[in-house]
């Protein structure tokens, strides 16, 4: 599906810092794509990311341009100025649980080469053949010795790709994909799903209350700054009272996207939830008033409530983990209120301080 090769390459791209006060890591991303194509299926956008600096950085590649073995969002798609409507998977991840398969290590003064097939990825069909922009998704998580994660936001230039003829749709490829509200032949896990769906529309339902009540006060500034409260209160608002009778909650995972530090993903063309084996690992909300932290992001109705805003509202998988979420609210608010973990560590934060 991909390719990817250490070489030593010259490309040009500007950065910018997502946060003032720590010198953005020294990354430059380009894209190399065919100016014309007669089907989608013949698109191929080549991402050339390069480390300038001294050391080696290690990147999270979920997400970005540096991620074509699951299929998360590498690049917004668009046509005469209109967004393509992504169809491919959002992730929830356990950082404490991902092994290296999960990140891209860049080493000092080379450049890797990642070819994306895009084809199944993005609803061509609805926007009609014509000439589409790929601009890559570079907000990358990197990881520093001896400190959190840190986002950082890498300028980079569209590429354009003609398609002549056909924009049919295409459909990710799975082995099996059973229907049903809640999908899983394992009565154990069946109840366990249900009963964190509950929890996750209770949660989104406090939080959104908390919201109403308190206005923009510090707890909400410290994870989404400036954002407006109508904003946030939308999302939470849409999670408590989601209804829907076609969506489905389910056990298996008929994609294969259940990999290291994988908790559950969103399959953004259904908006089908499949939950991962770590996900039945997580707790009730109740384990907030003794038993676990905010910040371990165990607390499965959190995980559900993250993959509804997913579902109802498109957010996106800017990066993982409260301090991170903290971070993103500080320097950059439009991030946060697109994040979904902002929305799990919040409203999780919000039963904390008022239910125990």
């Known amino acids: ?197 509950s929890e996750g529309k209770s949660l989104a339902s406090i939080a959104s209350s908390y919201v109403a009540s308190n206005g923009a006060d510090t707890l909400f500034r410290s994870y989404f700054g400036t954002t407006s409260t109508s904003t946030v209160r939308s999302v939470l608002s849409a999670v408590a009272n989601e209804n829907s009778s ?8 008929p994609y294969g996207y259940c990999t290291s530090g994988v908790i559950a993903y969103t399959l953004t063309a259904s908006t089908n939830v499949y939950f991962c084996s770590l996900f039945f690992q997580e707790v009730t909300n109740s384990r907030l008033c003794s038993g676990t932290t905010v910040a371990s992001r165990n607390i499965r109705g959190g995980t559900v409530l993250h993959e509804l805003t997913h579902a109802l509202s498109g957010t996106d998988d800017v990066g993982y983990g409260c301090s991170f979420d903290q971070n993103l609210g500080r320097t950059s608010p439009s991030q946060a209120a697109i994040n979904a973990d902002n929305y799990n560590c919040f409203a999780t934060q919000v039963y904390q301080n008022t239910q125990c």
Do not use: W
């Open 246 to 253: 076609s969506r489905t909650l389910n056990c298996v995972d």
């Open 1 to 197: 599906m991909f390719s990817l090769a250490f070489i030593t390459l010259a490309v040009s791209a500007a950065l910018s810092l997502a946060t003032p006060a720590k010198r953005a890591p020294a990354l430059e991303v380009s894209l190399t794509a065919p100016a014309n194509v007669n089907s989608i299926d013949d698109i191929k956008v080549t991402a050339v990311v390069t480390n300038t600096g001294s050391e080696d950085l290690k990147v999270l590649k979920y997400g970005t341009v540096l991620d074509s073995e699951i299929p998360t969002r590498s690049f917004t798609v668009s046509r005469d100025g209109v967004t393509a409507d992504f169809t491919g998977v959002k992730l929830q991840l356990d950082i404490d649980s991902l092994d290296d398969s999960a990140f891209t290590v860049i080493p000092a003064g080379e450049t890797i080469l990642v070819e994306h097939q895009v084809a199944s990825l993005y609803d061509f069909e609805k926007l009609g053949a014509g000439a589409f922009e790929f601009e890559p998704v570079t907000t990358f998580q990197v990881i520093e010795a001896d400190a959190e994660p840190r986002a950082y936001k890498i300028a980079a230039q569209k590429v354009k790709v003609n398609v002549e003829q056909d924009v049919a749709k295409r459909e990710l490829a799975a082995a099996h994909e059973k229907r049903a509200r809640v999908s899983c032949s394992d009565s154990s896990r069946n109840s366990f799903i249900s009963s964190s769906f």
